[in-house]
């Protein structure tokens, strides 16, 4: 008797439980798809933040007008930043300000080592100087996270 009764539900409402499995089914399907995609977005932006990491760096150590803001003994006050000096660090500046979004998107995992490379730059003269005068136009959840790491 019990395995009639099963028999006439499956016959009564078969259609409504493969159109709920398909569903689940499709989800899931979904929700995986999903999941890769995002990994593979994340690995494309980590690319292009590191080619545009390599570009700026290449940029500082091949133009003698920009390798001064790396001297730690400069005052910013006597020898102020030339206009290529600033133009350099407010991309340097940009460059960290995405990077710090992409973070907080959960688009990027966050770069090993990126406080302390922000610490060890905003230290020197010129960078802290012209970070001074930026810092106001930034994004200010950016501004507080730098002027946190930097003290």
């Known amino acids: 008797m019990r395995g009639m009764e099963i028999t006439r539900w499956l016959m ?17 399907f979904t929700g995986v798809g999903l999941h890769r995609d995002s990994k593979a977005r994340r690995i ?12 700026l760096w290449r940029q500082a150590s091949g133009d003698p007008k920009i390798a001064a803001i790396f001297d730690s003994q400069r005052d910013a006050l006597r020898v102020p930043p030339t206009s290529a000096e600033r133009d ?4 340097v500046i940009l ?4 990077v710090y979004r992409a973070v907080k998107l959960d688009e990027l995992l966050r770069p090993a080592g990126m406080e302390k490379d922000i610490r ?21 959840d950016f501004a507080a996270f730098v002027e946190r790491i930097i003290g």
């Open 44 to 55: 494309e932006n980590m690319i292009s933040l590191v080619a545009q990491h390599r570009d």
């Open 95 to 98: 460059y960290l300000s995405t």
């Open 12 to 28: 009564q409402h078969g259609h409504s439980l493969l159109e709920s499995a398909g569903i689940v089914g499709g989800l899931i």
């Open 88 to 91: 350099f660090l407010c991309s």
């Open 120 to 140: 060890e730059f905003f230290v020197l003269p010129i960078p802290r100087d012209v970070w001074r005068d930026l810092r106001a136009y930034q994004d200010p």
